[in-house]
């Protein structure tokens, strides 16, 4: 029994002895700034002490994985995702399985294209627009995520109109500074899991969730609101949203929270007893559309929101 236990340590401690010998290469290959081969192994343990390496950071290096599925009809040409022309190469993009890899982010009208495979390089730092109007997209699931270098996810899905289901079970958020219309015009979206969110960096939530006509709850429990400043058209044409509890929401450093709720035509419960509105300049229009049982029980939990509102 304890040999066999022995057996499986030697080979985990292999195992993480060879990821700090691809991390340690990768790091010597980008100081050096050309390809040479090293003998790594050999130097392992004194290249660690010397970078300071921890196994950890090799999270940086990992590649992310998103598996795409389109809707059927595609007319004219169809761009299923965004990416700049300076970080072209760090996206590799391939369709139905296969491995050979395409080199456009498009697909020709009526072309046979089930599902997507896009992977993207630990170089790639802005997510901003990545599917932004990509409208032929029906399911995005995030296979592998475990890069820290993001920080913009502004625009991410905004516009994705036939998504019906987006998988972030694997999503990083720790360092993610702005959400600005992440999830804004997902008009056939009717869930959303967001457990896994770590907010505790984001400065900027204007109008994260609005227009997304179909979700019908969200909860937002997890979410850490400490250095957000700007709500803005946050949950605006929620329009099938019937309960929100924001109960656990920090809003000591906002200062906008126009159109917040602007016509959640369908929220009967919304819970802001713990908002704190000191720094707010701006709630015009805040619950515009909303219904007037909904205004009056606001108004019993927070009478100061009202002596802003009006």
């Not at 290959?29 to 970078?51: A, D, H, V």
């Not at 046979?112 to 901003?128: C, E, G, N, P, R």
Request: hydrophobic residues 35%; positive net charge.
């Amino acid at each position: 029994m304890n040999s066999i236990n022995i057996s499986k340590n030697e080979q985990k401690k292999e195992l993480i002895e060879n990821i700090k010998s691809v991390f340690i290469f990768k790091k010597i290959i980008s100081f050096m700034k050309r390809n040479k081969s090293l003998n790594i192994m050999k130097y392992n343990k004194r290249l660690q002490k010397r970078l300071n390496i921890n196994i950890n950071d090799y999270r940086e290096f990992a590649k992310i994985e998103i598996e795409l599925k389109l809707s059927y009809g595609i007319y004219g040409k169809f761009k299923f995702i965004n990416i700049s022309k300076k970080e072209k190469e760090y996206y590799h993009i391939y369709f139905n399985n296969s491995n050979e890899e395409i080199k456009r982010n498009y697909l020709k009208e009526n072309e046979k294209v089930k599902m997507i495979k896009i992977i993207i390089d630990y170089q790639a730092k802005s997510f901003t627009q990545l599917f932004y109007n990509c409208n032929y997209i029906e399911s995005i699931f995030f296979k592998k995520f475990y890069r820290s270098n993001i920080t913009n996810m502004s625009y991410m899905f905004s516009g994705c109109s036939l998504l019906k289901e987006l998988n972030l079970s694997n999503f990083y958020t720790n360092n993610v500074t702005n959400m600005s219309y992440m999830f804004s015009r997902c008009s056939s979206l009717k869930e959303l899991n967001l457990s896994n969110f770590n907010t505790n960096n984001v400065i900027d939530m204007c109008g994260l969730f609005s227009g997304s006509l179909s979700l019908k709850e969200l909860n937002l429990s997890n979410f850490n609101t400490n250095n957000v400043t700007d709500m803005s058209y946050m949950f605006s044409r929620c329009s099938s949203l019937k309960e929100l509890n924001l109960s656990n929401f920090n809003t000591n450093n906002v200062t906008n929270m126009s159109y917040m709720f602007y016509k959640c035509s369908s929220l009967k419960e919304l819970n802001l007893s713990n908002f704190n509105t000191n720094n707010v300049t701006n709630m015009s229009y805040m619950f515009f559309g909303c219904s007037d049982e909904l205004e009056n029980k606001i108004k019993k939990q927070n009478k100061n929101i009202f002596i802003l509102y009006y």
